[in-house]
């Protein structure tokens, strides 16, 4: 066996924004270092969950192991998310291998506050790799992984991947586009969509982090993109964050920053899925039962508190103007489209859909974005 240390020129880590290096390993992260300073700790953390990264390399190997620390999150004290990695294979998905060992942060849903458990390093082994000359390990869209070596068989040979050409998609949402209920990195909805599209991504959702932070808006407008996407305003009602008075001049604030390094890119701005509390009921929400309940009330909705029906309103309308004001590569999609009343049997929170949701979701997001007339077309 041979084990090849990271960072290695061969292995190429694609989806990242940027990389932390440390004497043991590399952690792939998803907004620019540059900013850092400015992250809550919440960022801080769900910044470095590699959702939508891959490793990529050539190689002619039998057999592939990745050796990872892992950090996993756990609410409570139920089981955490189901963490995996996808070995890729001349971009067809081989296999998929979960894996438990590692750290974990375990979350207390009522009160926010975690703990940290201590855990092991493993190696996370795929024998009978078919004849390779492309591989991909996608890795979790639900841990933190400190990647420390590729494992390959002693007479192997390994090299860096071909370039990629293909266009490039910057995607950012909340949880629902980091995914952290997928079956795996590969199957969360942008990288389902990614794939059918054949598009390079880079996945900047970050779980319950989606209020249109200028911090993101910098590093999305700093990062080379052939192609963009903003899926926004779930999070705005779950923490309550923004209101009537000051959605749109956020909303407007951040595409006007990242404008300033995109001015014509194609741009879908998507706004969001169905969720049954907070249709006609605004934030905050309730999530420690397991089922989402909408907190908000006659008084705050009065004082300006959104609803999601009045948040697709004000998206759309932003979109709208700006397309007026002589932006038209500026498009707007109503999440619903995306997922809707008949697919509630895989909304099993009233809020995050389940892998088989995400699935659909990115299945329905390239049939209208990639389309001939979509905004996406080539």
């Known amino acids: 066996m041979q084990r090849i240390g990271l960072p290695d020129t061969r292995v190429v880590v694609a989806g990242a924004v940027d990389i932390d290096q440390n004497g043991d390993g590399i952690i792939p992260r998803r907004l620019s270092n540059q900013w850092r300073y400015q992250y809550p700790l919440d960022v801080e953390v769900l910044a470095s969950s590699p959702s939508g990264v891959r490793l990529a390399f050539t190689t002619d190997s039998k057999s592939i192991g990745v050796e990872l620390l892992a950090t996993h999150f756990q609410l409570g004290t139920g089981e955490g998310f189901r963490a995996a990695i996808d070995l890729v294979v001349n971009r067809e998905l081989v296999e998929s291998l979960p894996f438990s060992e590692g750290n974990a942060i375990v979350v207390d849903a009522k009160t926010g506050s975690f703990d940290f458990v201590a855990g092991q390093p ?51 949402g909340s949880s629902i586009s980091h995914c952290l209920e997928a079956h795996s990195g590969s199957r969360t909805w942008p990288s389902t969509a990614a794939q059918i599209g054949n598009v390079q991504l880079t996945n900047v959702g970050l779980a319950g982090q989606c209020h249109l932070d200028q911090f993101t808006a910098r590093t999305i407008r700093d990062h080379p993109a052939d192609l963009l996407s903003l899926k926004a305003g779930i999070n705005i009602v779950n923490g309550d964050t923004l209101r009537l008075r000051t959605l749109a001049p956020a909303l407007h604030g951040f595409l006007d920053t990242i404008r300033e390094g995109h ?43 959104l609803t999601l029906i009045q948040i697709r309103e004000i998206v759309s309308n932003v979109v709208a103007a700006r397309r007026t004001a ?6 707007y999609l109503d999440g619903r489209m995306l997922f809707h009343e008949a697919d509630l049997a895989d909304l099993p929170d009233g809020l995050h859909p389940n892998g088989d949701g995400y699935i659909r979701m990115g299945e329905r997001f390239a049939a209208y974005a990639f389309a001939a007339d979509g905004p996406f077309a080539t």
């Open 122 to 172: 493993t190696t996370v082994d795929f024998a009978d790799v078919p004849d390779a000359e492309f591989v991909e390990l996608w890795l979790p869209s639900n841990s933190t992984c400190e990647l420390r070596a590729i494992h390959i068989d002693a007479d192997a040979t390994i090299s860096a991947p071909p370039p990629d050409h293909r266009r490039r998609w910057v995607h950012h």
């Open 263 to 305: 001015p014509n890119t194609p741009f879908l701005v998507i706004s969001p899925i169905l969720c049954p509390a907070h249709e006609e009921h605004a934030g905050p929400s309730d999530g420690s039962s397991g089922t989402t309940v909408a907190l908000g009330t006659p008084v705050t909705e009065a004082q300006g508190a």
């Open 326 to 331: 002589g932006d038209p590569n500026l498009h």
